[in-house]
């Protein structure tokens, strides 16, 4: 029995459509998992950065009270020292009687201002960590900043490809994706990869 042409060209046309409609469904699955993985580790990301910015602040906050007993310590210390050197001029011009009274005294604001400035130095010290702790952490931040941004491009430009069912431009989502994966992993597992430029750029 003899095929019609007209016949057989619909199901031409039907094998095609199936063949782009599995392609089409191919690309939309790779995009639908990379856009769930992408997810999952911007949620990740998210909880560890939230706790490095409150250590941040807890640093800052630490700082900044290390350096106001700083302060208070300081002004201690100078009362002691104006102390100190009034009863030193004075007790010359005292009797012998009063000196016993003059030399404790004088002793006793000199272990002051010296117990003052130990002190001070102290938190000096502890303020100057405080720093540090801050600066580590706010470099962490800023992975995790990097990260978050270039994950979001690749998110859109996942949307993009599922309407455009571009396979080229799913592979162009890919280079985010990469960078922002990178840059995440490097705050998680605190590598120090910090690409200046472009913190500076999004600062």
């Given at each position: 029995?003899?095929?019609?042409?007209?016949?057989?060209?619909?199901?031409a046309?039907?094998?095609?459509?199936?063949?782009?409609?599995?392609?089409?469904?191919?690309?939309?699955?790779?995009?639908?998992?990379?856009?769930?993985?992408?997810?999952?580790?911007?949620?990740?990301?998210?909880?560890?950065?939230?706790?490095?910015?409150?250590?941040?602040?807890?640093?800052?906050?630490?700082?900044?009270?290390h350096?106001?007993?700083?302060q208070?310590?300081?002004?201690?210390?100078?009362?002691?020292?104006?102390?100190?050197?009034?009863?030193?001029?004075?007790?010359?011009?005292?009797?012998?009687?009063?000196?016993?009274?003059?030399?404790e005294?004088?002793?006793?604001?000199?272990?002051?201002?010296?117990?003052?400035?130990?002190?001070?130095?102290?938190?000096?010290?502890?303020?100057?960590q405080?720093?540090?702790?801050?600066?580590?952490?706010?470099?962490?931040?800023?992975?995790?900043?990097l990260?978050?941004?270039?994950?979001?491009i690749?998110?859109?430009?996942?949307?993009?490809?599922?309407?455009?069912?571009?396979?080229?431009?799913?592979?162009?989502?890919?280079?985010?994706?990469?960078?922002?994966?990178?840059?995440g992993?490097?705050?998680?597992a605190?590598?120090?990869?910090h690409?200046?430029?472009?913190?500076?750029?999004?600062?």
């Amino acid at each position: 029995m003899a095929l019609d042409p007209r016949e057989a060209i619909p199901a031409a046309d039907a094998a095609d459509d199936d063949s782009a409609f599995s392609k089409f469904r191919r690309l939309n699955q790779c995009v639908a998992i990379t856009v769930a993985l992408l997810a999952t580790f911007m949620g990740i990301c998210k909880v560890k950065d939230d706790n490095i910015v409150q250590s941040m602040q807890q640093a800052q906050a630490n700082k900044i009270d290390h350096w106001s007993f700083y302060q208070a310590r300081n002004i201690r210390e100078e009362v002691a020292k104006a102390a100190l050197v009034q009863l030193q001029l004075a007790a010359p011009s005292q009797p012998a009687s009063e000196q016993p009274k003059y030399q404790e005294a004088i002793a006793r604001y000199a272990r002051l201002a010296d117990d003052q400035a130990a002190k001070k130095n102290e938190l000096k010290d502890l303020a100057a960590q405080d720093q540090k702790d801050y600066d580590a952490a706010n470099f962490r931040d800023d992975q995790f900043d990097l990260a978050d941004a270039l994950l979001a491009i690749a998110i859109a430009l996942l949307a993009v490809t599922a309407l455009t069912h571009l396979w080229w431009l799913y592979a162009v989502a890919l280079v985010p994706t990469a960078f922002g994966v990178l840059m995440g992993l490097s705050g998680l597992a605190g590598w120090a990869i910090h690409p200046d430029a472009l913190i500076r750029l999004l600062s």
